[in-house]
């Protein structure tokens, strides 16, 4: 951009008219393109937030449920029954994967238990991964834009700054009513990408935090499955 034509862009704009949507219409083209991407990011870091949020609380209120049911004293056969066709929940889906490698083996050779035990923790295993990474599903993109949005918003404060210095140099005025709106508007691409990765960062930490609580609570669910089946194993056998 001509500095004769970023002078001219930054006179309409004076140190009593520093409102937001005013500084957003008289930034640089380039450093508009960072707030809107910045406000977008942020827009879509509190979507996932709410998604998140109501994911989990409704993971942990069906695992409390299945696990009051499993403990109640129903047998696993009504209970497996009840739950293959459509498992509610992440702990339910990790008791059916079980339970239909425990069936699918006797039915296979009823006296065979060699790896059954194995094969059982596998398919556990395996389950509990795949739900995991359900859990963890676009928390990637709060972590992006926890740690990019900052310097995203400082590229923005860069670039306006240097068109506010061809604008002076330009004007060949330095009074502050001068300098102050460009200073602003450079700074305003920065507050606008800490307004994006801040809630970011504390969503990443928080949702990562109760990732880790659910699939330890999905670890520990195994171990004592896998401990009633073993037992079972070592009766039949």
Request: charged share 20%; aromatic share 10%; net charge neutral.
């Amino acid at each position: 951009m001509n500095p004769a034509d970023v002078a001219q862009s930054a006179l309409p704009l004076t140190s009593s008219d520093l409102s937001l949507l005013t500084l957003f219409w008289h930034a640089h083209w380039i450093v508009k393109t960072v707030m809107v991407g910045l406000l977008v990011c942020s827009v879509w870091v509190w979507a996932i937030a709410i998604d998140k949020t109501v994911l989990y609380a409704r993971t942990r209120r069906a695992m409390d449920r299945f696990e009051q049911t499993f403990w109640s004293g129903e047998s696993l056969e009504e209970l497996y029954r009840s739950l293959v066709s459509r498992p509610t929940d992440s702990m339910a889906a990790l008791f059916v994967a079980a339970m239909r490698e425990w069936k699918r083996s006797f039915e296979a050779s009823p006296r065979s238990f060699a790896g059954l035990q194995m094969r059982i923790d596998k398919v556990m295993e395996v389950t509990i991964a795949r739900e995991v990474e359900r859990l963890e599903r676009r928390l990637l993109v709060l972590a992006t834009v926890g740690s990019a949005g900052p310097f995203v918003g400082l590229f923005g404060t860069v670039w306006g700054i240097m068109t506010s210095f061809q604008s002076i140099a330009a004007s060949k005025n330095t009074s502050l009513a001068v300098v102050a709106p460009g200073i602003a508007e450079a700074l305003f691409a920065t507050a606008i990408g800490l307004v994006a990765a801040i809630p970011a960062t504390i969503f990443y930490n928080k949702f990562a935090s109760e990732v880790n609580k659910q699939a330890q609570r999905l670890e520990g669910f195994a171990d004592e499955f896998s401990a009633i089946l073993s037992r079972q194993i070592d009766e039949r056998g």
